[in-house]
């Protein structure tokens, strides 16, 4: 501090011999310009002296060295001229900050060119060395990322993003002593890149594909470098100082991973993403229900933003699965404490988590197993005491409607599992139970159970040998995605039982819209994707009527002809043993899937019971 402080008063004395003398390329210059690169904001004149038109004299496009060529003072000088201009960002602003904010985006094309030969210089400089002129440059990119009217040329001027996703891949590079706040800013400038594309409405793969180029090519390691930060952070998050540098990370993450199908998001998901930063949710709730800091309260931001957008962001819903594990419900209602405190916009934003996106989850078996522990806490005063203010409770209606309604299926499939896990025999003439689990399964597809040779071969010639092949590639690809056994299991269960409970809305629809259609042609549908679900009868007598959804299927590109025929068939031999087939549509993330469920009640449309 002395040092500079005496630097501050030979500067201050005669501060246009300065600029003069940091004009000539030579030493003396050199000593001059590195001065008053220190201290030129701190000393007002320096501006009507034209000092930023001395930096920029050293930064000129037409001067930069070819790459490779061997590093001489006129580097040094650009380098100092690149520190000097990261100061400006601190400057009041005025007319004169105007002026000189212009000239330096007319040289642009020149400060990202003589960065960019910098970063070559010394990319294979000693550690120690190799740090300090990537801080600079740090410094320098973090400073103007910050002004609104220089993020469009930065992100317009070729090779820019590639500079500073290079300068943030590189930031673990380990030297015996640097501010924090450098780390930060890298993170922060190329989180601020990545959101000037997203404003500008874009989420071009081709800028993510930029990224992941300038940082070796492979978007694992670029999700799995960025993990691990958000992890470190999360170690030594506080109240106060400790949480800027996640809010940094999960604001990278967030803008990393925006385009819905790119290697990035995929990376996120399978790097075991959203539970990773479900604990740092975690660990953000416990700091926030003793301290709610304003910086805690901005990071508690930036989480909301992410789940809202990557918890079911998936093509598959386990990642909902996975944050209910990682406590992300506790975490909720400990955080919501903090809301007054935020905008109204993102307030709707975190109810909308709960409200919108979490209750058709509760179709999942592992879901409701999932969110149990958050449902018994809140038996507890304090998360009674939270639960217990209106915003919150209405945003949890939905999910606790859904649940209630649900958990009987539910506890009758516990129950079952947990009297020795018995099978029921899957020829639908028999259906016998046996509590030893004795019976043998299909060879082909895995799926169906049979209490003896002769109920195989019966329910071969009925309706398996129809369905036996489909079975298989659905089991095939079930697995494939690593969803729970159970899952599928209970959601045949649920489908039955939402069907029965139901029996009476299904008749009044039927017969309301098709009085005069024969009961094979139609198939009762059930909804999940709706809160509440909601029921309608098909006529699969039309053409492409069985498959229709007003969202995505799961099929793939060219299958939907071969699934409505073999739909087809299903029906017709179903409907020969007297049962019907009910086709349900639920929610996978970001799209959703249909499935077709033999219900055992026998003849379901001639039956007018509602018992």
């Not at 003793?290 to 805690?296: F, L, Y």
Request: charge should be neutral; include cysteine.
């Amino acid at each position: 501090m002395e040092y500079r402080n005496d630097i501050l008063r030979k500067v201050g004395a005669t501060p246009a011999r300065y600029i003069a003398t940091a004009r000539q390329r030579n030493r003396a210059g050199f000593t001059a310009l590195r001065e008053l690169s220190m201290v030129w904001t701190d000393i007002p004149v320096t501006l009507d002296l034209r000092v930023v038109d001395l930096f920029l004299s050293h930064l000129r496009e037409d001067s930069v060295p070819p790459s490779g060529r061997q590093w001489q003072l006129d580097a040094d000088f650009a380098f100092f001229a690149l520190s000097a201009l990261a100061f400006l960002p601190r400057l009041p602003r005025d007319t004169k900050y105007d002026v000189q904010c212009t000239a330096i985006l007319r040289a642009w094309p020149g400060i990202n060119k003589w960065s960019q030969y910098i970063y070559d210089a010394h990319i294979s400089s000693p550690p120690d060395r190799q740090r300090m002129f990537l801080d600079g440059l740090i410094k320098v990119f973090f400073s103007f990322s910050e002004v609104d009217t220089f993020s469009a040329p930065m992100v317009d001027t070729p090779g820019c993003l590639e500079l500073v996703t290079k300068l943030w891949t590189l930031d673990d590079v380990p030297v015996a002593s640097r501010s924090a706040a450098t780390s930060i800013g890298v993170a922060q400038t190329l989180a601020s890149l990545l959101k000037t594309f997203a404003c500008r409405g874009s989420t071009d793969p081709d800028i993510y594909d930029r990224v992941v180029e300038a940082a070796g090519g492979d978007a694992e390691f670029v999700i799995q470098l960025c993990l691990d930060r958000v992890k470190k952070c999360t170690k030594s998050l506080d109240a106060h100082g400790g949480s800027y540098n996640l809010v940094a990370q999960i604001d990278v993450l967030t803008h990393l991973c925006m385009p819905n199908v790119h290697p990035l998001r995929k990376a996120l998901y399978a790097g075991d993403g959203i539970p990773l930063v479900t604990s740092a949710f975690v660990a953000l709730s416990l700091i926030l229900s003793r301290d709610p800091t304003e910086e805690a309260v901005t990071l508690l931001d930036l989480f909301i933003i992410f789940f809202s957008i990557y918890i079911a962001g998936d093509s598959d819903y386990l990642s909902v699965i996975r944050a209910a594990k990682a406590g992300f419900l506790l975490a909720f209602l400990d955080c919501s404490a903090a809301f007054p405190r935020m905008s109204q916009a993102t307030i709707d934003r975190a109810l909308a988590i709960v409200h919108d996106i979490l209750p058709p989850y509760t179709v999942y078996r592992s879901f409701l197993e999932a969110t149990t522990p958050f449902v018994e806490k809140l038996d507890e005063p304090h998360y009674a005491r939270l639960f217990a203010v209106p915003m919150t409770q209405a945003a949890f209606a939905p999910f606790f409607s859904q649940r209630v309604k649900r958990l009987p299926a539910l506890l009758c499939e516990i129950e079952i599992k947990n009297e020795g896990s018995p099978r029921r025999c899957d020829n639908m003439k028999c259906h016998h139970l046996d509590a030893k689990n004795k019976f043998k399964i299909c060879n082909g597809c895995r799926s169906m159970y049979y209490c003896s040779p002769e109920c195989q071969k019966l329910d071969w010639k009925a309706t398996h040998r129809n369905l036996c092949k489909s079975l298989n590639t659905d089991r095939s690809r079930y697995l494939a995605k690593n969803r729970p056994k159970s899952d599928a299991d209970s959601l045949q269960g649920f489908v039955q039982w939402t069907t029965d409970v139901n029996f009476a809305a299904f008749h009044e629809i039927a017969e309301r819209n098709f009085p005069n259609i024969p009961h094979e042609y139609l198939m009762p549908c059930i909804d999940f994707t709706r809160v509440p679900e909601t029921f309608s009868v098909k006529n699969i007598a039309v053409p492409g009527v069985a498959l229709a959804t007003d969202g995505d299927n799961h099929f793939e590109e060219g299958e939907d002809s071969r699934w409505e025929e073999e739909l087809r068939v299903i029906v017709d031999k179903f409907h020969q043993v007297g049962m019907t087939t009910v086709q349900s549509l639920r929610r996978t993330g970001t799209t959703v899937e249909l499935m077709w469920t033999p219900i055992e009640r026998r003849n379901f449309w001639t039956d007018k019971s509602t018992e």
